[in-house]
């Protein structure tokens, strides 16, 4: 697993071997980030369930201006503090346009600091996605994360999308 595109491209992604982990394939971030052009550049990217962080360092590969991510797991945290060391290495960018929090996604969006994004990307473990949809997304629109041109990239299982109340 790498980076796809932008300064950092071809930068390998270390992955741990946690059975809850899926992370976003090198073709899935390919297409994606072709789709949002433009939109990525200059943008304040939250990744939630970040994982090995593929999402906001793909991001910030490509142009965008900080990026923040929210991981639970330990080990994986680990990982994905190591990944944002390197992408930043690689694409000459400084320390303080990445962050990495190890914190429950509910509680790190009760308890933040209250910042507008421009680009969130919200890819649960798949057997999480029912129980947390409604307070997630709830939380999001309430606790001002979003603002009225934010674009919220929500991954999940096909055919199980349904849509939160309010959106």
Partial sequence: MRIS???AR???????KAPELRPATEA???RLFSSLGQQIQNARVLDLFAGTGAYGLEALSRGAAEAYFVEKNRKITKDLQDNLSKVLKSAELSKDVGEVF??????FLNS????????LFLDPPYAEIDPLRERLFSRIRNNQFVHSDSLLIHECPAGEYEEPTGW
Avoid: A
Wanted: proline fraction near 7%; charge should be positive.
């Fill in 102 to 107: 190890q914190r429950d996604v509910v509680d």
């Fill in 112 to 119: 933040s600091p209250k910042k507008q994004f421009d680009i």
């Fill in 10 to 16: 071809g930068i390998p992604l270390r992955t741990s």
């Fill in 28 to 30: 899935n971030r390919e």
């Fill in 5 to 7: 595109g932008g300064k």
